[in-house]
Nanobody, 123 residues
Framework: QVQLVESGGGLVQAGGSLTLSCVAS????????MGWYRQAPGKGLEWVAT????????YYADSVKGRFTISRDNFKNTMYLQMISLKSEDTARYYC????????????????WGQGTQVTVSS
């Protein structure tokens, strides 16, 4: 059973920056496609970014493109989300997710979530 633990959230002023981390255990991290999601107060879950197994390809929601950078360190079983130029609308609980596993020939869509870390951007 994979475990995902996020950290790095906090309170920041608009225009500031934060870097979130997600440490994974219980899976072969280098085979996992990973992503970040967020949920703002009173709103639904929003996909933020995805990174493939070796980090060579990344995808971003339009709302964060150019401001957020997703990355990973497979030696540390850790994924990151660097956030700059933060806006009040980025205020949300951010969740790390294992979106599935690619072993080179087969895709396993077994989604797993962390508990989340709160990011609050004050204007």
């Amino acid at each position: 059973q994979v475990q995902l633990v996020e950290s790095g959230g906090g309170l920041v002023q608009a225009g500031g920056s934060l870097t979130l981390s997600c440490v994974a255990s219980g899976s072969i991290f280098s085979l996992d496609v990973m992503g970040w999601y967020r949920q703002a107060p009173g709103k639904g879950l929003e996909w933020v970014a995805t990174i493939v197994t070796d980090g060579s390809v990344t995808y971003y929601a339009d709302s964060v493109k150019g401001r957020f950078t997703i990355s990973r360190d497979n030696f540390k079983n850790t994924m990151y989300l660097q956030m700059i130029s933060l806006k009040s609308e980025d205020t949300a609980r951010y969740y790390c997710a294992k979106e599935g596993r690619w072993d080179g020939s087969t895709w396993y869509g077994d989604f797993s979530w962390g508990q989340g870390t709160q990011v609050t951007v004050s204007s």
